[in-house]
């Protein structure tokens, strides 16, 4: 069975301005794909599309044979595509252990299935050590992945993260690496917008890259790494 995302020929417009031009892009599962580019790029814009925050103005998004181009970001996340947003939403009073059950009732999981998702997220994120802590009192690093564990609550076949590790410092970006792989090992497909080289380089087994709205190049992250344009346009830039 096809159960590739894929996003065909994507344009978006805001009012006059034209910010996505005409860009294909697909995730397969167990796959993770970079998402890189200047600061305006469209990265964001390109997420809002995949998860139903942002109509495109034309194109379409197929999960296998399934349009989804038009349907709401609660129906995606029940059909097994969800996301991060750039700023954590925790309940900043509550545990972690209550920040991801609530994260489970809100989408109409039973108490015990709630249970169980929390059992299973928290050895797949590591956060063992967590659980019983207010998300307030929680390190920057940690309280991120209580925010991806949150959306993973639905046992996601796709999960996209926008800039899950900005504002980690060196360790926890290291920590994190063994988060998403942790992630693709389950069998979702995840898309990574990253600005940290180091971590998209080690990490995804695809890297795109979009700059003012197009994709400049797609490939391995050796093909990327190599590519005159996207040294020139980006890498030699902030790398
Ligand atoms: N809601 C909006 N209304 C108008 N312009 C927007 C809106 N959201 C984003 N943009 C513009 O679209 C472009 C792409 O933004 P964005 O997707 O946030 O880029 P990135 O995530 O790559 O930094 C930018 O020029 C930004 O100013
Ligand atoms: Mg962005």
Redesign the pocket.
């Known amino acids: 069975m096809n159960r590739t995302l894929a996003a065909t020929n994507i344009t978006?417009r805001?009012?006059g301005?034209t910010?996505?031009h005409e860009v294909d892009l697909h995730i397969r599962p167990a796959e993770v794909l970079g998402l890189i580019?200047?600061?305006?790029?469209?990265?964001?814009?390109?997420?809002?599309v995949l998860t139903g925050f942002?109509k495109p103005k034309s194109g379409s998004v197929r999960i296998g044979d399934t349009d989804i181009t038009f349907t709401k970001p609660e129906h995606r996340a029940r059909s097994g595509l969800v996301r991060t947003f750039?700023a954590v939403r925790l309940f900043s009073a509550m545990t972690v252990s209550e920040n991801i059950a609530a994260a489970g009732l809100a989408i109409g999981l039973s108490r015990a299935e709630v249970r169980n998702r929390e059992r299973s997220l928290v050895e797949l994120l590591d956060l063992g050590d967590w659980v019983d802590v207010k998300a307030r009192a929680l390190p920057y690093g940690i309280e991120r992945r209580v925010g991806i564990a949150r959306a993973m609550v639905s046992n996601p076949a796709f999960i996209m993260l926008?800039e899950p590790a900005a504002g980690m410092n060196e360790e926890e970006a290291m920590a994190f690496l063994a988060v998403v792989r942790a992630i693709r090992e389950t069998g979702a497909g995840v898309l990574l917008?990253e600005h940290n080289m180091g971590v998209v380089f080690r990490l995804c087994d695809r890297v795109q890259v979009?700059q003012s709205?197009r994709t400049l190049a797609v490939g391995t992250p050796d093909e990327i790494r190599s590519h005159s344009m996207v040294r020139e346009a980006y890498l030699g830039s902030s790398a």
């Open positions: 978006v805001f009012g301005l910010v996505i580019g200047p600061n305006g790029a469209g990265k964001t814009t390109f997420v809002n942002q750039q926008d917008i979009l709205g």
